[in-house]
């Protein structure tokens, strides 16, 4: 595979309801980590640190530019503060995949002195499975 920028990304929420929303039209831009946790194991009878990896984690925040449409980015959202429930978020970039579980934490709506509208909306793992490129 080629080196390519983020030019063309798909990004997929779903709503409230389970129904995945594709609202890329709405997303500025993303930032996604998959971080490892690592846990100390040094001995006493050792001069540096060893280390063994743990569980691994997810977070991404998404941002954009206010759309009250239907099924578009503020219908995905809007219910972020009145609802616990965890929504599938898939992210594609060429042919490649990042779909997990996730919670998400916020949904802040920033108007400018500008008048520009805009939002960010952080999410966490959840349920416990690995994120993996597909």
Do not use: C
Not at 10 to 34: L, M, Q
Not at 57 to 85: E, I, K, Q, R
Not at 103 to 132: K, M
């Amino acid at each position: 595979m080629a080196k390519e920028s983020g030019i063309v990304a798909i990004v997929a929420v779903d709503d409230s309801g389970g129904s995945a929303r594709t609202i890329s039209n709405d997303i500025t831009d993303f930032s996604i980590s998959t971080p490892r946790n690592m846990i100390t194991i040094t001995g006493l009878d050792k001069l540096a640190e060893e280390r063994a990896q743990g569980l691994a984690d997810f977070s991404l925040t998404l941002n954009g530019v206010f759309d009250d449409g239907s099924n578009l980015a503020h219908a995905v959202f809007a219910t972020v503060p009145s609802s616990s429930v965890a929504r599938t978020v898939t992210i594609t970039i060429s042919d490649q995949a990042l779909p997990n579980e996730t919670f998400f934490t916020d949904y802040a709506i920033t108007r400018s002195a500008a008048a520009e509208l805009t939002w960010s909306a952080p999410g966490v793992l959840t349920g416990g499975v690995v994120p993996t490129w597909a």
